[in-house]
């Protein structure tokens, strides 16, 4: 259900190099391909705990190709980092709107929401540290804007579920809904933050239905 990077193309996908080297019968990869292959290949190499920060010399590095072929497929760093970006949300965006269709229930809705974040993150661990802005502290800061940005609509989906779901015991429902979903998107935040910080160790997922009990 929750989508990894290394989905996104099949294991056989042939080298990034720009190297078409027909005597070898090495497969040329199709257009667009190159470009998951160096992001995948960043994702990668942001899973490793306590990485540094990934420069396109160690990335290039990585797929055995020069920096110039990088460039010939991204204009910047900043805009591979774009492109995890675009999946993360394209990914967790999907899949909110699977959830709104399948469930009737509010509250169940938020619940299962939120839960999907931390599990697609322990999937991702490399798109974790972005979403958490590790991976960007030396990058272009439209990029954390962007992350800021998920987390906000994330925290609005989440409001939304509340507010349909409703509070007879309320006295101020959508107030309540507001608090509600401020309170289970910190919770997200800092569950992503202390699987990245934890080298990987503590699951987001630790003890999630009880924690969802508590808050819900």
């Not at 080298?15 to 019968?25: E, I, M, Q």
């Not at 391909?33 to 290949?41: D, G, K, P, S, T």
């Not at 507010?163 to 007879?168: F, I, N, Q, S």
């Not at 910190?186 to 808050?215: H, I, N, T, W, Y």
């Amino acid at each position: 259900m929750y989508p990894a990077m290394t989905d996104v193309v099949p294991a056989s996908a042939a080298s990034v190099s720009d190297s078409s080297a027909p005597s070898t019968g090495r497969k040329r990869p199709k257009p667009g391909e190159r470009r998951v292959q160096i992001l995948q290949a960043l994702a990668h190499m942001l899973e490793q705990p306590g990485a540094e920060r990934v420069t396109t010399a160690a990335l290039a590095a990585r797929l055995d190709v020069s920096e110039a072929a990088l460039y010939r497929h991204f204009a910047s760093k900043a805009q591979m980092f774009e492109g995890l970006i675009d999946f993360i949300e394209s990914s967790v965006f999907g899949l909110i709107n699977q959830i709104n269709e399948r469930e009737a229930d509010g509250r169940a809705r938020a619940a299962r929401i939120a839960a999907m974040v931390l599990q697609f993150g322990e999937k991702n661990p490399g798109m974790t540290r972005v979403m958490v802005g590790d991976a960007l502290v030396f990058e272009h800061e439209r990029l954390q804007q962007r992350m800021n940005q998920l987390f906000d609509k994330l925290e609005a989906a989440l409001r939304q579920c509340l507010r349909d779901a409703g509070d007879a015991d309320a006295l101020a429902p959508d107030a309540s809904a507001q608090l509600t979903a401020s309170v289970l998107t910190a919770f997200v935040v800092g569950r992503l933050q202390r699987f990245a910080r934890s080298g990987f160790r503590r699951m987001p997922s630790e003890q999630l239905d009880a924690c969802m009990a508590k808050m819900l």
